[in-house]
């Protein structure tokens, strides 16, 4: 089983940046992808950027194609998410995940909040 940990989350003004941490141990592979999610109070999760473990090409949720880099420095068991131009509607709380090659979503980070102010 996979333990993620994410951090950097916090306040922020509209058209400001954070980055993004998420650092995973236990049994990881190469054919392992991580992805980032996030979701918004009353709201469904929404995917927001994902790349497979060993290629380092990164998909984008159409909301933040852009704005957001998703990368990873898997030496150390870590990807990133990289922030810019914020809008408030991107205030969630934001959930580090990982899967196995054709698999399901099923490793969580406990996640971090993301505020973005007007």
């Known amino acids: 089983q996979v333990q993620l940990v994410e951090s950097g989350g916090g306040l922020v003004q509209a058209g400001g940046s954070l980055r993004l941490s998420c650092a995973a141990s236990?049994?990881?592979?190469?054919?392992?992808?991580m992805g980032w999610f996030r979701q918004a109070p009353g709201k469904e999760r929404e995917f927001v950027a994902s790349?497979?473990?060993?290629?380092?090409?990164?998909s984008y949720g159409d909301s933040v194609k852009g704005r957001f880099t998703m990368s990873g420095d898997f030496a150390k068991n870590t990807v990133y998410l990289q922030m810019n131009s914020l809008k408030p509607e991107d205030t969630a709380v934001y959930y580090c995940?990982?899967?196995?090659?054709?698999?399901?979503?099923?490793?969580w980070g406990q996640g971090t909040q993301v505020t973005v102010s007007s």
């Open positions: 790349i497979i473990w060993s290629a380092g090409i990164p």
């Open positions: 995940s990982s899967r196995r090659s054709g698999g399901p979503w099923s490793s």
């Open positions: 236990g049994r990881t592979s190469d054919n392992f992808a």
